[in-house]
Nanobody, 122 residues
């Protein structure tokens, strides 16, 4: 069984920063790719940023490019999301996702965390 756990959400003002962290673990689990998604009220879940454990550049949604940075540990199955210059439209539940196969960062993931709320007030 694979467990994915997020932390770091909260309530901030527009222009502030937050850092989200995620860890995936399982007795035999080793990730090939991990990503952050988010879902705002009344909207579908959307890709935010993703990272492959080995090789390739990270990918970002256009709406967060230049403001968010994803980073990861090549040994441990952990990723962080540094979010700067936050906007009210970034308000959402942020989910971490992990996979032990596949290459496409914006694709399907079999393992998901329960999500962490990020609220940005204007």
């Amino acid at each position: 069984q694979v467990h994915v756990t997020e932390s770091g959400g909260g309530l901030v003002q527009a222009g502030d920063s937050l850092r989200l962290s995620c860890a995936a673990s399982g007795r035999t689990f080793s990730s090939s790719r991990m990503a952050w998604f988010r879902q705002a009220p009344g909207k579908i879940r959307e890709f935010v940023a993703g990272l492959r454990k080995t090789g390739g550049s990270p990918e970002y949604a256009d709406s967060v490019k230049g403001r968010f940075t994803i980073s990861g540990d090549n040994v441990e199955d952990t990723i962080d999301l540094q979010m700067n210059s936050l906007k009210p439209e970034d308000t959402a539940v942020y989910y971490c996702a992990a996979a032990d196969s596949g290459w496409y960062l914006r694709g399907d993931y079999p393992y998901w965390g329960q999500g962490t709320q990020v609220t940005v007030s204007s």
